[in-house]
């Protein structure tokens, strides 16, 4: 472990002291009937857009449908995402058969990504973490984003997202000691990505086959696997920009990361379920969502944040999106 690292873990310990231990076990509570919610409000807007799409089948329609869908498909994301850390349910079971239930259609394995995304809280901007390909190196200029961006909308990187979410090659036992920075995960957790992959994988195909049967192989196409590999690529890599691309302190617990504020119908549409409160996230990964704006209102009440990177939404895009600067980050 580099002195560097170190003296990142002991700042985000002493962060985490302003909290007391009490707090900190109330925010980290689970409440089963609050992850409910947030699961059903969110399938209730993706049934409800492609009910209203297939019965008015019309480009006017047709749309605003597939952008609205691809950002609750971003929104389920987030959902598996506090189930990979062990937050949407009491129950470990419930936990993650809802996670992975939530992951498949959107071709991610929740049990790949639960391996893989430790990898982002414990080395993060280090050589260790997977994300660095994609938010580290910025600003990169207007131009560079808006071209990834394209890219994204049309489908062209798509493999790349999902490659991600299959932990490729991390979690492959043939792949070389250097790609293999997941050697020190439990087999019990390995063994069961590698049996999730293979279940995704299968719920496609076998959906697709459902669909080809059924007659209703253009809906399946249109509303849901378009907006899924061009809508949703857009949301994730701009949300990930936002919350970590152009910080001003890699080294910094507080500066590493970024809280995004803004009017709540951009914080539900960009930033679902309060993962716009980033900052707090990586200081309390326990935190289940519903909890992070209690948790983010405390530390700004005792001034822990009055340094740190909690910006609007123009601000930090101003930020990622300014001209090219030499920076010391690992760039993609």
């Known amino acids: 472990m580099s002195s560097g690292s170190e003296e990142f873990r002991e700042n985000r310990r002493r962060q985490r002291l302003l909290l007391s231990q009490e707090e900190i076990r109330v925010l980290c509570a689970v409440n089963d009937w609050r992850s409910a ?5 969110t399938l209730a807007v993706i049934i409800g857009t492609v009910s ?10 047709l749309i605003p449908s597939v952008i609205l869908i691809g ?36 071709g991610i394995s929740m049990c790949t990504y639960r391996v893989v995304h430790r990898l982002h809280h414990n080395h993060l901007f280090e050589q260790g973490d997977p994300d660095v390909p994609l938010i580290a190196g910025y600003p990169r ?15 062209l990187n798509a493999w790349k997202t999902f490659k991600y979410f299959f932990g490729a090659p991390v979690i492959n036992d043939d792949a070389t000691a250097a790609n293999r920075p997941l050697d020190d ?3 019990r957790l390995r063994k069961a990505a590698r049996h999730d992959r293979w279940w995704v994988a299968a719920w496609h195909v076998g959906l697709f086959g459902f669909s080809l049967l059924g007659g209703w192989w253009l809906e399946y196409l249109v509303l849901w ?29 507080l500066r590493s990361a970024r809280t995004n504020v803004g009017p709540k119908w951009l914080m539900w549409f960009l930033f679902p379920h309060c993962v716009n409160y980033h900052i707090e996230h990586h200081l309390f990964p326990a935190i289940p969502f519903y909890n992070l704006p209690k948790c983010h209102a405390v530390m700004t009440e005792r001034g822990a944040l009055s340094d740190a990177e909690v910006r609007s939404v123009p601000e930090s895009l101003s930020m990622i999106m300014a001209d090219r600067v030499a920076v010391s980050q690992v760039r993609a």
């Open 141 to 155: 200029g207007r131009r560079y984003l808006l071209v990834k961006l394209a890219k994204d909308l049309l489908g």
């Open 52 to 61: 209203l799409a297939v019965l008015c089948w019309h480009p006017l329609v």
């Open 37 to 41: 919610f947030g699961v059903f409000e």
């Open 185 to 187: 995960t439990a087999p």
């Open 225 to 253: 696997l378009l907006p899924l590999v061009t809508v949703m690529q857009v949301f994730l890599r701009l949300r990930a920009l936002l919350e970590h691309g152009a910080v001003t302190d890699p080294s910094s617990v």
């Open 71 to 106: 950002s609750r498909q971003q929104a389920l994301f987030v959902l598996v995402h506090d189930a990979a850390h062990y937050r949407l349910f009491k129950t470990r079971w419930l936990n993650d058969m809802v996670g992975r239930l939530l992951a498949m259609p959107g």
